[in-house]
Nanobody, 115 residues
Framework: QVQLVESGGGLAQPGGSLRLSCLAS????????MGWYRQAPGKEREMVAL???????DYADSVWGRFTISRDVDKKRVDLQMNDLKPEDAAVYYC?????????WGQGILVSVSS
């Protein structure tokens, strides 16, 4: 299992910004995919943003144009810049990595959006 450690969550006002970071315990260069999921109370976990081995990026429709995922291979890190936050973005955010069939998850980090 790859160890994934998230940081950067917290409270933001609607329209505000937060940046999440995920630090991996291994070289991420050859990860098949790495990115972020989220789970709000009473809802299923959903994909937010993923970047694959080739650098292709996929975003959930609900965050398109507001969130940006980036990868720093040298630092073994993936970040999620979240702008124009909305109350519906509030959730526990999980870092995720896939190496072939091996799936890894971070412990989760809380993002709250409230005025």
């Amino acid at each position: 299992q790859v160890q994934l450690v998230e940081s950067g969550g917290g409270l933001a006002q609607p329209g505000g910004s937060l940046r999440l970071s995920c630090l991996a315990s291994e070289n991420i260069l050859f990860f098949n995919a790495m990115g972020w999921y989220r789970q709000a109370p009473g809802k299923e976990r959903e994909m937010v943003a993923l970047i694959n081995l080739s650098g292709l990026i996929d975003y959930a429709d609900s965050v398109w144009g507001r969130f940006t995922i980036s990868r720093d291979v040298d630092k073994k890190r993936v970040d999620l810049q979240m702008n124009d936050l909305k109350p519906e973005d509030a959730a526990v955010y999980y870092c995720h990595a896939r190496v072939l069939s091996r799936l890894s998850w971070g412990q989760g980090i809380l993002v709250s959006v409230s005025s």
